[in-house]
């Protein structure tokens, strides 16, 4: 029998750790977007989600993000509270522009991580970060790029303490990245992602992602996932604000436990391949998380009349063909379009005859399901 150890929070206090060890150097590492297929949409303090969440991590979306580290003359415990040395000092290049305005953000998650990686002050460092999708793309960007951060700080962690182990340094990437953003926490291993506790899932947890832990059936393998983007611009409605909407939401406790059920038949479908009940659920999901912002005080509608036309054709061509064809949406406008494998051909046709009018200067990604982050070598 395999013994079952369950990580708490304290667990991911770095605690004997000699930074002398370490003077400079950078690491990059290469990090994927994902796509939730049940939907995380509310949170308690700090980053605890109100229901589990499961996603296909994705391969064609990823962030790059190298992350350069220089000791800083003084050890910042030797000083006092109000010098330069004592704060986190970083710049952020994003595909290679200085960003001031980036810097709130980072400087929320280090202070949010600290305590966990408690040498973060005692580093300069310099952060340059590039997307292989456009920034306006309307697809967020969180999950792949605060991901991509927690793993370079937990490289540089592995350097301190190099008796940590693989499963470790991954659940510790997944655990600070969820103090960034909740969704990047399902950024760090393939294929499928599950985070929050659940009973039907074995070793899940609201503090880190797991793999899902059961065979997924062959219908799934390679399983793709075409983003039609409809709406290029800024997110009216940030996700933070969106998550906040659902604490006083007349529906939020139905809402976290549809999720939850829909947690147990999912995974139920991905081990035994049933394409057609994969599909109620996703999009089921889909439509409830945009109710839940339709519903909510204030209410906000995120979808645009082409978002309604693909979801239609998608509806149309899946009766008229038997295909297993589905959609999903995230916190936008845009339309992630899931198909098997098996379909490719004739689904990859119907979304250029049929679906690619309604995308934004016909721009769309072809992406598929991924294995998860990658560290590159930085020569
Ligand atoms: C609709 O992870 O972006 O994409 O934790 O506040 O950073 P924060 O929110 P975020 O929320 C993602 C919401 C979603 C659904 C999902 O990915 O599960």
Same mark, same amino acid.
């Given at each position: 029998?395999?013994?079952?150890?369950?990580?708490?929070?304290?667990?991911?206090?770095?605690?004997?750790?000699?930074?002398?060890?370490?003077?400079?150097?950078?690491?990059?590492?290469?990090?994927?977007?994902?796509?939730?297929?049940?939907?995380?949409?509310?949170?308690?303090?700090?980053?605890?989600?109100?229901?589990?969440?499961?996603?296909?991590?994705?391969?064609?979306?990823?962030?790059?993000?190298?992350?350069?580290?220089?000791?800083?003359?003084?050890?910042?415990?030797?000083?006092?509270?109000?010098?330069?040395?004592?704060?986190?000092?970083?710049?952020?290049?994003?595909?290679?522009?200085?960003?001031?305005?980036?810097?709130?953000? #980072?400087?929320?998650? /280090?202070?949010?991580?600290?305590?966990?990686?408690?040498?973060?002050?005692?580093?300069?460092?310099?952060?340059?970060?590039?997307?292989?999708?456009?920034?306006?793309? @309307? #697809?967020?960007?969180?999950?792949?790029?605060?991901?991509?951060?927690?793993?370079?700080?937990?490289?540089?962690?592995?350097?301190?303490?190099?008796?940590?182990?693989?499963?470790?340094?991954?659940?510790?990437?997944?655990?600070?990245?969820?103090? @960034?953003?909740?969704?990047?926490?399902?950024?760090?291993?393939?294929?499928? #992602?599950?985070?929050?506790?659940?009973?039907?899932?074995?070793?899940?947890?609201?503090?880190?992602?797991?793999?899902?832990?059961?065979?997924?059936?062959?219908?799934?393998?390679?399983?793709?996932?075409?983003?039609?983007?409809?709406?290029?611009?800024?997110?009216?409605?940030?996700?933070?604000?969106?998550?906040?909407?659902?604490?006083?939401?007349?529906?939020?406790?139905?809402?976290?436990?549809?999720?939850?059920?829909?947690?147990?038949?999912?995974?139920?479908?991905?081990?035994? @391949?049933?394409?057609?009940?994969?599909?109620?659920?996703?999009?089921?999901?889909?439509?409830?998380?945009?109710?839940?912002?339709?519903?909510?005080?204030?209410?906000?509608?995120?979808?645009?009349?082409?978002?309604?036309?693909?979801?239609?054709?998608?509806?149309? /061509?899946?009766?008229?063909?038997?295909?297993? #064809?589905?959609?999903?949406?995230?916190?936008?406008?845009?339309?992630?379009?899931?198909?098997?494998?098996?379909?490719?051909?004739?689904?990859?046709?119907?979304?250029?005859?049929?679906?690619?009018?309604?995308?934004?200067?016909?721009?769309?990604?072809?992406?598929?399901?991924?294995?998860?982050?990658?560290?590159?070598?930085?020569?």
């Amino acid at each position: 029998m395999t013994k079952i150890i369950v990580l708490i929070e304290s667990d991911f206090i770095l605690n004997d750790f000699e930074t002398s060890k370490v003077s400079n150097g950078s690491v990059t590492w290469k990090t994927p977007s994902n796509i939730a297929l049940v939907k995380y949409w509310g949170k308690q303090d700090p980053q605890i989600p109100e229901n589990a969440s499961i996603s296909f991590t994705l391969d064609a979306c990823f962030t790059l993000t190298t992350l350069e580290y220089s000791k800083k003359k003084t050890r910042h415990a030797e000083l006092d509270s109000a010098s330069h040395e004592n704060n986190f000092n970083f710049d952020i290049y994003f595909e290679g522009e200085k960003k001031e305005d980036f810097k709130p953000k #980072i400087q929320q998650f /280090f202070e949010r991580i600290e305590q966990y990686v408690p040498f973060l002050k005692d580093f300069d460092f310099v952060i340059k970060s590039r997307n292989s999708f456009p920034h306006s793309s @309307g #697809i967020a960007s969180s999950a792949s790029g605060m991901s991509a951060l927690a793993l370079c700080i937990m490289s540089i962690e592995k350097e301190l303490n190099s008796t940590i182990t693989e499963e470790y340094f991954n659940k510790k990437a997944s655990f600070l990245a969820r103090l @960034g953003s909740g969704s990047a926490c399902r950024s760090v291993e393939g294929e499928l #992602i599950v985070w929050g506790n659940h009973a039907d899932i074995k070793e899940s947890s609201n503090l880190f992602g797991v793999k899902f832990p059961y065979k997924i059936h062959e219908n799934f393998k390679n399983h793709h996932d075409t983003i039609l983007l409809v709406d290029e611009g800024e997110k009216q409605v940030s996700s933070t604000v969106g998550h906040q909407l659902m604490y006083n939401h007349p529906f939020a406790k139905q809402r976290f436990q549809q999720a939850n059920d829909n947690i147990s038949k999912i995974s139920e479908v991905l081990k035994n @391949g049933d394409l057609k009940q994969f599909i109620a659920i996703v999009e089921s999901e889909a439509l409830s998380l945009h109710a839940m912002m339709m519903t909510s005080n204030p209410y906000f509608i995120l979808m645009k009349p082409n978002t309604l036309k693909i979801i239609n054709k998608v509806w149309e /061509f899946r009766a008229k063909t038997n295909s297993n #064809i589905c959609f999903t949406l995230d916190a936008g406008a845009n339309v992630h379009v899931l198909f098997p494998e098996a379909e490719k051909e004739s689904v990859n046709n119907f979304i250029i005859n049929e679906l690619i009018q309604y995308c934004q200067e016909n721009h769309y990604i072809c992406d598929r399901i991924g294995n998860g982050a990658k560290r590159l070598s930085n020569n």
